[in-house]
Each structure stands twice: as C-alpha cells, then as structure tokens.
C-alpha cells in the first residue's frame, strides 16, 4: 500500500507530466499559427524556415523538400496573389514529444479580374517533427477544400487573437 508521501509524489509526477504535455501542445499551436502569419505576411524566407528538408506537401501532386513548397506557394507569398490564413483547431502531441498534429480551417481570398472578392475555405492538416535544435517543423501538409460554407464558430477561429509570440 502507497503512504501518503508516495501518493503525493505521484500526483506532482502526473501533474508535471501533464503540465509538459500540455506546454508542448501550446508550443506547437503557435509554430502553427506563425507559420500562418508567415504566410499571411508573404514572408517567403520566414515561411519557408518552418519546413523541414525532407517536408512532403501532398495536394493534387505531392511536393518535395522546402524549395519545391516554397516555389509552389509562391502565389501566395507575392504581393498581388491570393491570401491565405489557417488557424489551428486541434492540436496533439506525441507522449514521446516528437510528433505533433494540427488540424483546423484555412481560408483563400482572391480577386478576380473583374475586382470580385472570392472566398474558399477548406481543412489542412499538418504533422510536425521536433528537431534537434528543439524547433518544430512541419513534415507533411495536406489539405482538402470544405464542401460548404464553415459554420460562424470555425470562422471565428480565424479572427481570434493569439497569445503566441509575433
């Protein structure tokens, strides 16, 4: 049988395993979510420092490496293409904390040639490897395009104000 001293030992051992969990979990939304303000800054070497070497972006075709992303999402990281901005909505790490997933909602803004505002939105999901270094890096991302309109709740998502560091 545990004395008491031994229950409370395992209680601040599982609180402190919860708590790093938890911190990495934390540390992950927000390389997510500068990863999108990369993106949404059209920032093309900042953008690009969140990818691994060996990242595989799989769209209609598969991508390789970070300077095959980076030419692929040049679009969106000029001045005058489309915009794009993804948030989070689901986040889990790997106990051994050197795997992680995102999942949430992304949103494309483009301008046609008569000045109309378009606006898609679909899903993305991304798996990030904890480097050496203790950086996250994304490995793969993929995403799918919504069948409809988001419910209010995930576009707000978008909109809400981060507590991660710019």
């Not at 708590?19 to 927000?30: N, S, W």
């Not at 969106?76 to 293409?81: P, Q, V, W």
Request: hydrophobic content about 45%.
């Amino acid at each position: 049988m545990m004395s008491k001293i031994q229950i409370f030992i395992a209680a601040l051992i599982l609180l402190a395993a919860s708590q790093v969990l938890a911190d990495r979990v934390d540390e992950v939304r927000c390389r997510e979510i500068g990863f999108s303000r990369a993106a949404e800054a059209r920032d093309a070497e900042r953008f690009a420092s969140f990818i691994d070497a060996d990242a595989r972006f799989v769209g209609n075709t598969v991508l390789h490496g970070t300077k095959a992303i980076v030419a692929a999402w040049r679009g969106f990281l000029t001045a005058h293409g489309p915009s794009i901005k993804w948030r989070p909505q689901f986040v889990e790490v790997l106990e051994d904390g050197t795997l992680a997933l995102t999942r949430g909602p992304y949103r494309v803004i483009s301008i046609d040639e008569s000045g109309h505002r378009e606006e898609s939105w679909g899903t993305f999901n991304s798996v990030w490897r904890k480097q050496a270094d203790g950086s996250w890096k994304v490995v793969f991302d993929a995403g799918s395009e919504a069948a409809e309109a988001p419910a209010d709740e995930i576009r707000a998502l978008l909109d809400q104000v981060s507590d991660c560091p710019k």
